[in-house]
Structure formats: C-alpha cells, structure tokens
C-alpha cells in the first residue's frame, strides 16, 4: 500500500466521497484546512488547553471536506480532474501510469513533505517565518502536484476510460 492509500484509508475515502471530493468546491475549500490546522494548534499560546476545541474542529474540517460537497455536474474542469488524477496515481500499483508521469508527482510530494516539517517546526516553536514558509512550500508543492494530476487523467483517461480510436483507412 502507497503511502497516499493509507492517507485516503485512513480518511475512509470511499468511490462516493471521491465522487464528491471532485467538486471544484470541495478542491478549493481544501485549501483552507492547513491554515486552520496551523491557527488552531497556534492558539494553545492563547487559549491554553481549550485549544483542544479547535484542533478538534479543524480535524473535524479535513474530515467533512471531501464529503460536504454534492457530487458535480460536470468533471471538466481543472479541480475535478486533480481529484480524478490523483485516483489513478493512487492505484498506480494495480493499473501503471506512463513513465513520464512517476517521478514529478513523488517530487512534489517530499517537497511538500519537507514544507509540512517547516510548518509543524514553526507552530511548535511559535516562530512565524518557518511557519510561513513552510505553507508557501507546502501550497505551491500541492498545487503543483495538483496540475500534474490533471495531465495525468488526461493521459490516463485517453488510455484507459475512452474506447480506443479506430484507426482511419
């Protein structure tokens, strides 16, 4: 099992709740969870231990993301085919990807990996400048990545969901 399997097992991703994740709504509200993640554990320097209810209710946030929104009406738009992407990255394993297509997405993900150790550095710490910086290496990371599955569905799904062409005589 890849280690983004058992993200997505862990957070109980079935077929309907990645339906749902592929609204543009849902990819783009995602965006908020780090920065709600990183105010919440922030503020046990104010709140002291009741900053236990908003690290839950941040947890709570990047649970019901992927599953707050209706499945959308269209897929052909840029966020659905992240989502749709990053399904076939995910079972990588049980139907290969093209070789053009291995080695950014783990780039990316380490980059992103190293800003989220900036971030949880900088929150522990209660310095700014890591913890910016780290989201910014985080963000871009993510979004980059993000692209990717979007020409990787494309390929992917040229391949493998459309019948193929016949060729023309």
Known sequence: MTIEQTI?????????????????????TRNTVLPILILAFWSRAWLGLWSLVLIAVAVLWTWINPRFFPRPESTENWASKAVL??????????????????????ILSACSGAGMLCVIWGVYALEVWPTLFGAAVVYLSKLWFLDRMVWLYEDMNDCYVRPPSTPSQ
Request: hydrophobic residues 35%; charged residues 35%.
């Open 8 to 28: 997505a097992s862990a957070f109980k991703m079935d077929e309907e709740t990645w339906a749902r994740h592929a609204n543009p709504w849902s990819v783009w």
């Open 85 to 106: 992407g990053e399904r076939f990255w995910l079972n990588r394993k049980e139907m290969p990807v093209p070789e053009r297509h291995r080695r950014a997405p783990k």
